[in-house]
């Protein structure tokens, strides 16, 4: 069953909502919501401005959410730090 954690990411240097899908082996997707249009790679930082280091697996796509995306095979220890903790 997959797991949800919020998490804090930052996209045109704007704080973002977001969740992370764990998926199988470590790896799932980020969700994220950008009023600003489709996001860029250059446009994503995690919580503490360091860029996505991103390859070509990461995709990028829309979902029929409104102004919703994904990163697509994004490994949990890479946002590791971005979780937001519910208290």
Same mark, same amino acid.
Do not use: C, W
């Given at each position: 069953? =997959?797991? !949800?954690?919020?998490?804090?990411?930052?996209?045109?240097?704007?704080?973002?909502?977001?969740? !992370?899908?764990?998926?199988?082996?470590?790896?799932?997707?980020?969700?994220?919501?950008?009023?600003?249009?489709?996001?860029?790679?250059?446009?994503?930082?995690?919580?503490? =401005?360091?860029? !996505?280091?991103? =390859?070509?697996?990461?995709?990028?796509?829309?979902?029929? +959410?409104?102004?919703?995306?994904?990163?697509?095979?994004?490994?949990? =220890?890479?946002?590791?730090?971005?979780? +937001?903790?519910?208290?």
């Amino acid at each position: 069953m =997959a797991q !949800f954690r919020q998490i804090s990411i930052k996209i045109a240097d704007d704080d973002a909502h977001a969740v !992370f899908v764990e998926g199988q082996a470590g790896k799932g997707h980020i969700v994220m919501i950008s009023a600003k249009g489709k996001p860029t790679t250059s446009m994503l930082k995690h919580s503490d =401005a360091r860029y !996505f280091d991103l =390859a070509d697996e990461n995709t990028i796509e829309k979902i029929k +959410v409104q102004d919703a995306y994904r990163i697509n095979n994004i490994k949990y =220890a890479d946002i590791e730090n971005d979780v +937001v903790e519910q208290g």
